[in-house]
């Protein structure tokens, strides 16, 4: 768990030196990026948001699939969503020594403000939203305003939802499946992502 949240709360290339069952997470974390990122139903959710938000279609439409998880959690998992994530954060709190400085300090902050949580709301994804926004403008230099861009859900909410019940089966089985040896640094995974800053999703 710690792993497949890493590469969202701590870009850049994973050191050999992380517990190995951590580096296996975070490598499949980013078996999963590059399966999504050239997947057409992903491409066809971000086609919508791509006039209006541009390089952050692809963080928006993958936020947006863990909204739509969070709404149809119990056709995916048998654990109620709640039971779920009060899991995820006793385990991450649990282990907090087996996480880069950086990040022991993201979940703490993952955890008081229950980001997991915010998915299933519009109201909570434009609070995730908002916060990803204020990391995005310190670390530009330039005002980026994301929280808008929950607006789209109405009108494409339906599309979305589409889509993922569509696309999210075909990513479960990809991991299921057999993988080449991956490589820590990422670079043949990740090309042309821009890693969503300071948070981590459902999905994950």
Do not use: C
């Not at 056709?75 to 009060?86: A, S």
């Not at 609070?127 to 808008?148: C, D, P, Q, Y």
């Not at 040896?181 to 992502?193: C, E, F, I, K, N």
């Amino acid at each position: 768990m710690i792993g497949n949240l890493l590469p969202d709360l701590v870009p850049g290339p994973l050191s050999p030196e992380l517990d190995p069952e951590v580096l296996t997470g975070a490598l499949n974390h980013k078996r999963v990026d590059a399966f999504t990122d050239t997947h057409p139903v992903f491409a066809r959710s971000r086609a919508r948001l791509r006039h209006r938000h541009g390089r952050y279609s692809a963080i928006l439409t993958d936020m947006f699939y863990d909204h739509v998880l969070a709404l149809h959690w119990g056709r995916y998992h048998d654990q109620p969503l709640g039971e779920f994530i009060d899991r995820a954060y006793t385990a991450l709190a649990g282990h907090t020594h087996l996480m880069p400085d950086p990040m022991a300090g993201i979940t703490g902050r993952m955890i008081e403000q229950d980001w997991l949580g915010s998915y299933a709301t519009s109201d909570g994804m434009r609070s995730v939203l908002k916060m990803m926004s204020a990391r995005f403008s310190e670390r530009l230099g330039r005002a980026v305003e994301l929280e808008h861009a929950v607006d789209d859900l109405r009108p494409h909410g339906n599309d979305f939802e589409d889509d993922f019940h569509e696309f999210f089966p075909e990513l479960t089985t990809y991991v299921n499946g057999p993988h080449p040896p991956a490589s820590p640094s990422g670079d043949s995974v990740t090309q042309g992502v821009l890693a969503p800053a300071d948070t981590g999703g459902l999905a994950d």
